[in-house]
């Protein structure tokens, strides 16, 4: 029987637990592409998985990952053949199918995206689940009308993989950018993104006013609960916030003044259902809005080996930027 490496979730007496481990090809789920996986990357929602901290996974036995770039191997689909080079981000990967932690993935060719060609499969994986979302989100505040002259945009969890990636996309386009984190050791790197300013963690973490005074004219917030919240009650009239995660809860403790009284708008970013054209746009935006070496600046490599280590740091909120893993 064909076998193959893949970093498994499965259900312990206590909990769960995440081992590579040699996976039977008989048992990958239905699907009309399978792919020779050679990156994927760690996003938040692995590390949950892996670590168990949150019920990220439907099924188990689980192969994690969310996201992946590789060779289709067999297609039975039509838009797909052998030798094509392919991204897939979400759609349940890691959590109700198979996922990307693995020398081999069998999904549904509507959920893939063609790999565009002046990007390699390391450099989609270097952007990655989290680089997709951070493109989701500019997109959405282009879409509300926000330019540079529009004035400063906030972006919060800014160390992090969506901020990093949304920090170098709005300075390449312009935009003056305070970049929110409470790590101010990573103040050089994040100027070298193009961070305009650094503003500590403390402005948007305590306790939260229906209205503050006016500061930024739109922000990407990666954290949600009361930063986000904060940032919305700092939104300047007839803002935009663009809202795509929840390292800091998933409540949200605001009013309803900052949307009635100055006009802001709270848009959300899903990545894992977003329908295929955006997601087209979004990686074609990515080849040509994304500085390349930026994006190596904020990126590291690990292997299979080395995920349950690398998801507890990124739980734990110490891994800065991208981390890209070679499969196999």
């Known amino acids: 029987m064909a076998t193959f490496k893949a970093m498994v979730i499965d259900k312990t007496e206590t909990g769960t637990k995440a081992a590579l481990a040699d996976f039977d090809d008989a048992n990958l789920m239905d699907g009309d592409v399978t792919v020779r996986v050679e990156y994927s990357t760690l996003n938040y929602k692995d590390g949950l998985a892996l670590t168990g901290k949150a019920p990220v996974v439907r099924r188990f036995p689980m192969i994690a990952g969310i996201d992946f770039a590789g060779t289709v191997e067999s297609s039975t689909h039509a838009a797909w053949k052998p030798g094509d080079k392919v991204i897939l981000n979400g759609w349940g990967s890691g959590e109700t199918h198979l996922g990307a932690y693995a020398e ?19 450099e989609a994986m270097a952007i990655g689940t989290a680089g997709y ?41 312009g935009f003056s950018v305070s970049a929110v984190t409470g790590r101010a050791e990573e103040a050089d790197y994040l100027k070298g993104l193009g961070a305009a300013e650094i503003v500590e963690r403390a402005v948007l973490t305590g306790p939260v006013k229906m209205l503050a005074k006016e500061r930024w004219a739109g922000g990407i917030d990666a954290v949600g609960s009361t930063t986000l919240a904060n940032l919305l009650s700092m939104a300047r009239y007839g803002g935009a916030v663009a809202a795509c995660g929840l390292a800091g809860g998933m409540d949200l403790p605001t009013s309803v003044a900052p949307f009635i009284l100055r006009g802001v708008c709270l848009y959300g970013i899903d990545s894992v259902m977003c329908p295929l054209p955006r997601r087209q746009e979004a990686w074609k935006r990515l080849e040509t809005d994304l500085d390349r070496p930026k994006l190596a600046a904020m990126t590291r490599e690990i292997g299979l080996n080395e995920l349950p280590d690398a998801a507890s740091a990124i739980v734990a909120g110490q891994v800065r930027g991208r981390v890209v893993v070679k499969i196999g």
Do not use: C, F, N, Q
């Open 104 to 122: 081999k993935a069998r999904v549904k060719g509507d959920w893939l995206v063609r790999l565009p060609s002046s990007m390699s499969t390391r």
């Open 133 to 173: 979302t951070a493109m989701l989100a500019v997109i959405a505040l282009e879409k509300h009308g926000l330019t540079p002259a529009s004035g400063p945009v906030a972006v919060t969890g800014a160390a992090g993989g969506v901020g990093s990636v949304a920090i170098a996309l709005l300075a390449k386009l």
